[in-house]
């Protein structure tokens, strides 16, 4: 059992495994077999172009820069934007700014296909999200990238499952937190300790 989040020492971080702790993954005996899967085509020029993306931009790139910087570098043109429909302004101006910045975009809302709920034993006027839909439309649309704009929770994991072009994230619904959701963690000792540690 692994427990990173609740470690103090961060030995890989510092190169001195030799301090890390006995359940560290840094000493699994597979690293090295993981290091070789870094060396196919594919994985190793997103390996690169995201760690050159990371030491050129820290702290003055926001994350939309750093994500056509990531898809320049990786050669990537044709865009794929999944896009929830309550984020559709958002989609139509990133559409907007990636197009201008010499990219191809394609970008399907959530609610493609128009799915009556009842599909999925649920009874509603508004047509489901359809997830599936996106990744499929997008496949074949032979993109390079997808983004991933305001998905649901569960929606973006079907988009994920389906997906067969790489995958970034340029930002989450919460739609109490403005899309914020480490509002939560932060505010997790103080104003929301009751919402997240509820008292038995």
């Keep these: 059992m692994h427990n990173c989040a609740l470690c103090s020492i961060h030995a890989c971080n510092k190169g001195e495994l030799d301090k890390a702790p006995k359940n560290c993954p840094s000493l699994d005996e597979n690293i090295e077999d993981m290091k070789e899967i870094y060396k196919e085509e594919e994985n190793y020029r997103i390996a690169k172009a995201s760690a050159l993306v990371v030491s050129k931009g ?3 790139k926001t994350r939309l820069e750093e994500i056509m910087d990531f898809a320049n570098r990786c050669e990537y043109k044709n865009i794929g934007i999944a896009f929830c429909i309550g984020l559709a302004n958002e989609a139509k101006m ?13 970008s399907i ?10 599909f999925i034993d649920i009874k509603s006027n508004a047509p489901m999200c359809n997830p599936i839909g996106q990744a499929e439309l997008l496949n ?4 390079d990238l997808n983004i991933l704009l305001g998905l649901c929770v569960g929606h973006d994991s079907l988009f994920i499952k ?3 072009a790489p995958i970034t994230i340029f930002a989450v619904k919460d739609r109490v937190l403005a899309h914020n959701p480490l509002g939560a963690i932060y505010q997790a000792e103080s104003y929301y300790k009751d919402k997240l540690f509820p008292e038995n």
């Design 58 to 60: 820290y702290c003055e």
């Design 94 to 106: 990133l559409s907007k700014i990636l197009k201008y910045n010499g990219f191809t975009v394609n």
């Design 109 to 118: 809302i959530c609610k493609n296909g128009s799915i009556s709920k009842e």
């Design 140 to 143: 074949k649309a032979k993109t």
């Design 162 to 164: 389906y997906s067969e």
